[in-house]
């Protein structure tokens, strides 16, 4: 009876050493050290995990952010984690009753961001994040700014937010502190320059943008007076931190990095594929409203389907 007393105290311990060498993904360093294998990331890599969070997505799971550094650039990856710490996801989770792009626009904070095109109640909402010294940044706002109005109306509505890759561009951060300070002075005065800061790219340098800025402001008849002060001021500079902030909470790691109602797309796109993604979305907002407008007059919504519409901001 002793020996089987002892024999069963002896399992519950050896079971109880056993839970608690079971790895959980709830261990940052355990995490990290299986990230690190999984995804092939370098020793050099820093690795930044921050506390789960729960989803609103999935279940019983933990939204995890981990933030990469390597040689002054950024990257930000979001895991799913359940919470028993067993299992790890990665990718994008979707809520069928939802849009499948409703978290990316939930996160698009644009009310003080720059825009041309339609107003409040355009279909399409078409946000750039962009760097003022990046080429192929000049070539997609050259076509936006020119094609979207034309094209599109009162269909389109187009946000410009700063996201200056420093780490390769170095006037970049510059170029977005003096468009903020310039969208200080006006609407017409931040697409003015942003205009002539992507015609001028290739004569700018780090040494000559503030003089080239001052002279652009005084041809055109902006105060250049109130933009020295304001590019000394930090004000603008978190203007700027705070749309890259918001770039980083979308996984933006390059430009330009457009989301189409929220759908991402990375990278330029020709004039003639965009437009025809522009048109697809157009028909699918206009389409998706229908439903919507029908069940408000019947006032009856027994047997109508209705698709969920992305809220517009």
Excluded at 11 to 19: F, T, Y
């Amino acid at each position: 009876m002793k020996n089987s007393v002892k024999m069963f105290f002896g399992l519950l311990i050896l079971a109880s050493v056993g839970l608690a060498q079971q790895k959980s993904a709830l261990d940052k360093a355990t995490l990290e050290s299986y990230l690190r294998y999984s995804e092939l990331w370098v020793p050099q890599v820093t690795v930044k995990i921050d506390d789960p969070v729960a989803s609103n997505t999935l279940k019983d799971y933990n939204d995890v952010w981990v933030h990469l550094s390597y040689n002054g650039q950024t990257k930000d990856e979001m895991y799913y984690v359940s919470k028993d710490g067993r299992n790890v996801i990665k990718g994008t989770a979707y809520d069928i009753t939802k849009s499948p792009f409703q978290a990316n626009v939930d996160l698009m904070k644009q009310d003080q961001q720059p825009h041309f095109g339609a107003g409040d109640k355009a279909v399409v909402n078409l946000v750039v994040f962009g760097d003022f010294q990046c080429p192929v940044c000049q070539k997609e706002e050259t076509e936006l700014r020119k094609n979207i109005p034309a094209a599109f109306g009162d269909k389109v509505r187009v946000y410009f937010n700063d996201f200056p890759l420093v780490t390769i561009h170095p006037w970049a951060m510059k170029g977005s502190i003096i468009g903020r300070c310039m969208y200080k002075q006006g609407a017409d005065a931040f697409w003015a320059y942003h205009d002539w800061v992507y015609e001028s790219q290739k004569d700018i340098t780090l040494e000559n943008l503030d003089a080239k800025a001052q002279d652009f402001a005084k041809s055109k008849a902006f105060d250049p007076a109130k933009l020295k002060s304001c590019t000394e001021d930090k004000a603008a500079a978190s203007e700027v931190d705070r749309a890259v902030q918001m770039g980083h909470a979308l996984q933006v790691n390059a430009t330009p990095t457009l989301f189409m109602n929220g759908r991402k797309i990375e990278g330029a796109l020709d004039w003639g594929v965009l437009s025809q993604l522009l048109q697809i979305e157009i028909d699918h907002a206009t389409a998706a409203a229908k439903p919507v407008a029908k069940a408000e007059e019947k006032k009856d919504d027994c047997c109508s389907v209705q698709i969920p519409m992305l809220a517009t901001r």
